[in-house]
């Protein structure tokens, strides 16, 4: 069984971040290989990305579509297709789903698709579906205030328009074959988690037995509580 790569995706205020880590800690505990990345990058791309988002700087909307192409390009070559390579599964938070949502609020769809039709198809993507209403009410609490978001569109009438962006899209490309599950995010955490392992779980490569110490580490609560939830928990008796 090959490494696989996973997307995570949705508007600001979905809990992808959260769903990222939760996966990453799940992963860990089950010394399942993974590597977790993002986009933007932390790179130069992804930083001058980041400083339009955040009103620093202004660009033109083909400009800033085609530094998220380039951003992307960049992290498959450094940050996804290595790791993929040596059999580590890999977690992305957003892709080019995002920038189809997003960047088609102002550019040509097709001409954003034309961009990015050499870059590597995930082999799942799940997208957090939350009302706006509630994605804006998790945005302005204080357990979200530091978390990444893609600023310039924080409008309720653009991510009403963004998210309709991604359900359109997403219509799309499950029709030419990309696995694309759409995750109810209005519940717990615990629960998201759990609907999103679920679709995730048959997708990860397993740790070659013969890497793995005998003294694995104690299962996180969260971990603990997830594997109680899908009964996956050994018996004692």
Known sequence: ???????????????????????????????????????????????????????????????????????RLDHLEYHVEPYLARGDNVITDRYYLSEFAYQSEEVDLAWLREMNKDCRRPDLTLFLDVPVSEALKRWNSDQWRGLDRLQLYESEDQLTRVREHYLEVIEQLRAEGEQIEIIDATGSIGEVQEAALNAARPLFRPSNPENISTSKRPPSKATEEIKERLGLRQSTG
């Not at 996966?23 to 993002?38: G, Q, S």
């Open 1 to 71: 069984m090959s490494a696989s790569f996973i997307v995570i995706e949705g508007i600001d205020g979905s809990g992808i971040s959260t769903q990222v880590e939760a996966l990453r800690t799940w992963c860990e505990d089950e010394r399942v290989p993974i590597h977790v990345t993002k986009e933007p990058t932390d790179g130069l791309t992804g930083g001058l990305i980041k400083a339009a988002l955040d009103h620093r700087v202004t660009l033109n909307a083909k400009v800033l579509a085609l530094l998220f192409s380039a951003d």
